[in-house]
């Protein structure tokens, strides 16, 4: 579980995976989410080099067909 995340939040996507599971979730399908945003962060920086997260996270949703931006988790249970 070391280098699952490379990207520039990789320490903090690891450390909250870490900390879901102590808690007794599996989080197996979150963490398919959670590397799937890693590597778009990955892709995104490297086309905004002046990017800033909120626009990141906006800009990630909306190349999701489906997902509402103004509830992200309202059909996406797996990022509790």
Do not use: C, H
Request: net charge positive; aromatic share 16%.
């Amino acid at each position: 579980m070391n280098n699952m995340f490379k990207g520039p939040v990789a320490d903090e996507l690891l450390d909250f995976l870490r900390f879901k599971r102590s808690l007794g979730y599996g989080y197996m399908r979150a963490e398919f989410t959670l590397r799937e945003f890693d590597r778009f962060l990955i892709e995104y920086i490297a086309r905004n080099r002046r990017w800033q997260m909120d626009q990141a996270a906006l800009a990630w949703l909306a190349s999701k067909p489906g997902r509402a931006l103004l509830d992200p988790f309202a059909s996406d249970d797996s990022l509790q």
